[in-house]
């Protein structure tokens, strides 16, 4: 397991919670001892033009500060993609999110879509056909789904279960059903028991790590990466976030 990390997502570049100054720290204190840290390069604008239309670039080129840590952040996903196809698990510990960025807008703290751009270009490069992602944050990713919709090989998931069993028992009956040559996970921690949906525990969050890895081995020669995506408790989101790893690895 190799988790993908940049100075630059300390940075503060907006005003949103997924800027918010400690988010990144919090977890680095809590996997930075235990896994191997890797640096990114930048997204290139090809690479991002593979999930957004040339307006919404151009806008968000428009916010210098946020440009450049949001083609960090696209970056991150590639790497820990490449990371994923080399045989090595790999999360990025990346900012800002990417899932509410759709082709040509977003919201929610997202600019880019770092998820899908790096399934895209994966699949841009013939280097997979199928896809799964599975994205367990709190709100949808509607920007993945957007970007996505039409496309019958790349399957987003995003399960909605009230009951915290229930919602990692029905990701392992989804998985069940799936093919892919890659599983890549959006990973939102807001919707731990002490976050903002105060559903999941700690020991959930590994078993979804876990039930990840046991797909990966059984079906796409261990190929699996995750991305950061929400998750707002500073106090819960470090070991939250290794525990995750921990399963996936
Ligand atoms: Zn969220």
């Keep these: 397991m190799k988790v993908v990390y940049h100075p630059r997502y300390l940075e503060v570049y907006a005003g949103d919670p997924a800027a ?25 604008i090809e690479d991002v033009k593979l999930a957004h239309t040339e307006w919404h670039i151009s806008e968000i080129k428009g916010m210098s500060h946020v440009y450049e840590v949001a083609l960090l952040a696209a970056g991150g996903a590639i790497k820990a993609a490449e990371l994923a196809m080399s045989g ?9 999110p990417g899932h509410h960025a759709s082709p040509g807008s977003c919201w929610g703290f997202c600019f880019f879509n770092n998820m899908a751009i790096s399934v895209a270009k994966l699949r841009q490069e013939g280097r997979i056909k199928r896809a799964v992602i599975l994205d367990f944050d709190l709100h949808y990713g509607d920007g993945t ?6 496309v019958a090989d790349v399957v987003y998931h995003h399960p909605e279960d009230r009951n915290n069993k229930e919602f990692v028992a029905g990701i392992e009956r989804f998985l069940e059903k799936q093919k892919a040559d890659i599983i890549a996970v959006s990973a939102g921690f807001d919707r731990g028991v002490e976050d903002w949906g105060g559903l999941l525990t700690t020991e959930d969050y590994q078993g979804i790590g876990r ?5 990966s081995e059984r079906v796409c020669q261990g190929r699996r990466y995750g991305v950061l995506e929400g998750g707002y408790n500073h106090d819960v989101l470090g070991k939250n976030v290794k525990a995750f790893l921990d399963g996936m690895s």
């Design 88 to 96: 090595e698990t790999a999360f990025g510990l990346i900012r800002p």
């Design 145 to 150: 789904d957007n970007i996505f919709s039409g």
């Design 211 to 215: 039930l990840v890895k046991g797909f």
């Design 20 to 44: 918010k100054a400690g988010r990144i720290e919090s977890i680095l204190r809590e996997v930075s001892p235990h896994y191997e840290l890797v640096t990114p390069e930048p997204a290139s």
